[in-house]
């Protein structure tokens, strides 16, 4: 039976709609129509967020809960009113990306199975310059709402103490986001560093709930991750609806509703009614550029007082001045304490590297799951907490490292533990993984070295 379709009209243009009844979200039972009518019923705020920028196309062709996969280049058979712009990436390579300006753009990247939008903080008119200053609020396992919200106000306070205006907005899923609109004559890398001073200052206001440290095993609290801020990275922009259970939207906020507000009330459900109700609450936000020579005053500041770089993207090249591109407890041995040796943590069974691949450590980390979602992570997780709960019992939330991991067109997730809380007697032994995936089994491109022909990965033996 061949595959249904629906063309609709949207704003004179004609969009075509394959497969319009599919689900996308099955435990709501939303379709891919249902998906297509919510970003035409709040078009005129989800422009707002990504127009005139390049995106980055999230795929999720088997719906919410299938595998996404990345596109950077626009599809070759597109209609003539689709505009695109070439973007070149830290790597050196280019691609000719989307840029949405129209609702009949908008529905047309949604019909591809892009659920969330992921535009880039440039203009497609000056792709060397943000005009957007990104604070994204990224908290450690089991951190409560409540202290998300308390690091969003005070880092309300820090910007505008710098003299930016902050616009708030709940990320859809576990963080929080706060988008500045700037000049555009700063550089990405100056961009960034504003953004690493904002989190450097937030976490002195609030040291006990907010951190700067990159690393996970230094984390506690909730992360100001200014990275985000590096060129090629992008965040689901206002009105994207994410692709969880509930169909929860990032959804901007006055600052007045911040405190109380609880991420699951705004759903593909909810916010159309919200929507035609209030109007959207970062109406304004292009208007209200603002200047980031008071923040890299304060980069400066923290520089000359010995705060220097901190780490970048892993697939960023190293850069002048930046730390060491290894988390402190596997740093070389001339550089840890004397007497910190460490080891390397066994693989789980049947593997050949464990939670620290083949690097020694001083902390006790076992590994947990290797999953293609994160679901399916945290499932494997909650199978192996029921096994041990007297041992999640000393865990703390940061000794919960939930790794995003990046393969060449999707991303995976790892779970480890760390359990240096744990009375040494009571540390549970490596166990086979709860979930076991390879990112590489389906992938038929190049490896990391270039090579075509990737060489069959040897099983363990014994």
């Known amino acids: 039976m061949p595959e249904r379709s629906e063309v609709i009209d949207v704003g004179g243009r004609e969009v075509t709609i394959s497969n319009p009844d599919k689900v996308f979200f099955p435990r709501t039972g939303h379709t891919k129509a249902d998906l297509v009518r919510y970003y035409l019923a709040v078009a005129e705020g989800a422009i707002r967020g990504v127009a005139g920028r390049p995106m980055a196309l999230k795929r999720f062709v088997n719906g919410a809960e299938g595998e996404a996969f990345f596109q950077k280049r626009a599809p070759s058979s597109r ?13 050196g390579r280019t691609a000719e990306e989307i840029v949405v300006r129209e609702p009949a753009q908008l529905a047309w990247i949604i019909n591809l199975g892009c659920i969330d939008l992921n535009p880039h903080p440039v203009r497609a008119s000056d792709l060397d310059h943000p005009d957007e200053l990104r604070i994204d609020l990224d908290p450690m396992p089991a951190v409560p709402w409540s202290q998300i919200r308390e ?23 576990r963080g929080f986001h706060i988008y500045s609109r700037i000049e555009p004559r700063w550089s990405f890398p100056q961009v ?32 100001l991750d200014y ?49 035609a109700k209030l109007g959207d609450p970062s109406r304004g936000i292009d208007e209200a550029k603002g200047s980031l020579e008071r923040l890299l005053e304060l980069s400066a500041e923290h520089e000359a007082a010995g705060f220097g770089d901190a780490p970048w993207p892993p697939h960023f090249a190293k850069q002048e001045g930046e730390p060491p591109r290894v988390q402190p407890s596997k740093r070389r041995q001339e550089e840890r304490p004397p007497g910190r040796l460490g080891s390397v943590p066994a693989p789980a069974p049947g593997k050949t590297v464990g939670p620290t691949g083949r690097r020694r450590t001083t902390m006790p980390l076992i590994e947990i799951a290797r999953a293609k979602t994160e679901r399916e992570a945290r499932d494997g997780l909650q199978r192996w907490k029921s096994r041990h709960q007297g041992v999640w019992s000393y865990l703390a939330p940061e000794d919960v490292m939930v790794d995003s991991m990046r393969g060449r067109s999707s991303a995976w997730t790892r779970i480890r533990l760390n359990l240096r809380n744990v009375p040494e007697g009571e540390r549970p032994a490596q166990e086979a993984l709860e979930v076991d995936y390879d990112p590489w089994v389906e992938w038929a491109g190049p490896d990391r070295s270039g090579k075509l022909d990737r060489p069959a990965r040897k099983k363990p033996t014994g």
């Open 79 to 91: 209609p003539e009113w689709i505009e695109t712009v070439v973007l070149s990436f830290p790597s």
């Open 151 to 173: 690091v969003a106000l005070v880092t309300r306070q820090v910007l505008e103490d710098f003299g930016l205006t902050g616009w708030p907005k709940t990320s859809g899923s």
């Open 192 to 223: 960034r560093r504003a953004a690493l001073a904002v989190a450097r200052e937030v976490e002195r206001r609030a040291p006990q709930i907010a951190t700067s440290r990159w690393w996970k095993e230094e984390r506690h609290g909730v992360f």
């Open 227 to 275: 990275n985000q801020n590096a060129k090629d990275r992008t965040i689901a922009s206002a009105y994207s609806v994410r692709p969880l259970a509930d169909a929860r939207v990032s959804t901007p906020l006055s600052w007045e509703e911040v405190p109380d507000c609880e991420p699951e009330a705004f759903t593909i459900d909810t916010v159309p009614k919200r929507f």
